[in-house]
């Protein structure tokens, strides 16, 4: 069974980084696409950035491109989101995807971790 743990989120300003990580167990890391979703309160869980299982392939949301920046290392079992030049509109609880299927955009699949929240003041 996958288990997934996030940490990393906080409150920011606008402007500023933060890195969030998830750690896989369980399982062998390197055998899943990961990704990151976010949910803000009261919308729908929506797609933030996605790796392949060997790290060559990365998609991102639009509303992201630029800033952030996902990444693995397959000898830690982890995956990591960089976000910089955070704003507002990126306050969320992130969630951490794992998926054996390959790189999802949609939040219908894989497994899940727990979420941590992101808050990002103007």
């Known amino acids: 069974q996958v288990q997934l743990v996030e940490s990393g989120g906080g409150s920011v300003q606008a402007g500023g980084s933060l890195r969030l990580s998830c750690a896989l167990s369980g399982r062998t890391f390197s055998d899943y696409a990961m990704g990151w979703f976010r949910q803000a309160p009261g919308k729908e869980r929506e797609f933030v950035a996605a790796?392949?299982?060997?790290?060559?392939?990365?998609y991102y949301a639009d509303s992201v491109k630029g800033r952030f920046t996902i990444s693995r290392d397959n000898t830690k079992s982890t995956v990591y989101l960089q976000m910089n030049s955070l704003k507002p509109e990126d306050t969320a609880v992130y969630y951490c995807?794992?998926?054996?299927?390959?790189?999802?955009?949609?939040?219908?699949?894989?497994?899940w971790g727990q979420g941590t929240q992101v808050t990002v003041s103007s």
């Open positions: 995807n794992a998926d054996r299927d390959g790189i999802t955009t949609t939040p219908l699949r894989g497994s």
């Open positions: 790796i392949g299982w060997k790290g060559a392939s990365t």
